[in-house]
């Protein structure tokens, strides 16, 4: 996170839950929803993994403890970790960790989590279990976010402004991103009337810097 003047930026990731009944019929729905929330946690690239950690975690209730099971998905930021958990009433029936031979079909749930996690587990309590992993991020901390150069500079950018606009408190100098979006916006506002000043064309340089933008992206999802 970049810090300019006492002002710092970070993701509020917090933490949540969702119950739902272990069917099959429900697994598109939890990878829609992981998908929307890792979206909005500016972490895009850890959604198939997770998506791929939910999808075996409920087949694993589905299959073992049956359907119809109410089970509740929970996702959190351990540290620099993205951290999920399935949790049901059956204490067990444990998830096991099987090595299946190449023309099996069935068998391979756990050792998929075990391939693409840093680390999984099981806690049993008196009458739940809880079946959670962990998957890298490439965060340094739980409110960072994956930049790059130019994420980089906008932040340097952002910080002299939110600074210069008094936006941190004397007792918290956590800038929050939803309030830095809206000092953005002025920065870009500011932009087209300089370039407007200067006689240029504010309207083609945002077509053109939306068109490197998207070229970008599109470079970075591949």
């Known amino acids: ?131 959670w992993c962990e998957l890298a991020t490439g965060l340094r901390t739980a409110a960072d976010h994956i930049g790059g150069s130019r994420v980089e500079r906008a932040e340097l950018l952002l910080s002299v402004c939110c600074s210069e606009r008094k936006l941190r408190s004397t007792t918290n100098r956590f800038v929050s991103v939803g309030r830095a979006e809206e000092v953005a916006i002025d920065v870009i506002a500011d932009l087209l009337h300089w370039l407007r000043s200067h006689g240029l064309n504010p309207d083609g340089a945002l077509e053109y810097a939306q068109m490197h933008f998207e070229t970008e992206s599109g470079r970075d999802a591949d």
Do not use: Y
């Open 1 to 131: 996170m970049a810090a300019v003047n006492g002002c710092r930026f970070g993701i509020n990731r917090k933490a949540w839950d969702l119950p739902f009944l272990a069917e099959p019929e429900e697994l598109a729905a939890l990878r829609r929803i992981m998908r929307l929330h890792l979206t909005m946690w500016g972490l895009p690239h850890v959604i198939e993994p997770a998506q791929l950690c939910v999808t075996e975690l409920v087949t694993n209730v589905i299959t073992h403890v049956g359907p119809q099971t109410p089970t509740t998905l929970a996702v959190s930021m351990n540290d620099n970790r993205l951290r999920i958990e399935v949790i049901d009433p059956d204490a067990r029936a444990l998830p096991t960790l099987l090595a299946p031979k190449a023309d099996e079909e069935s068998g391979r749930g756990m050792a998929l989590v075990e391939a693409i996690t840093e680390r999984w587990g099981v806690i049993l309590r008196a009458d739940t279990k809880v079946t």
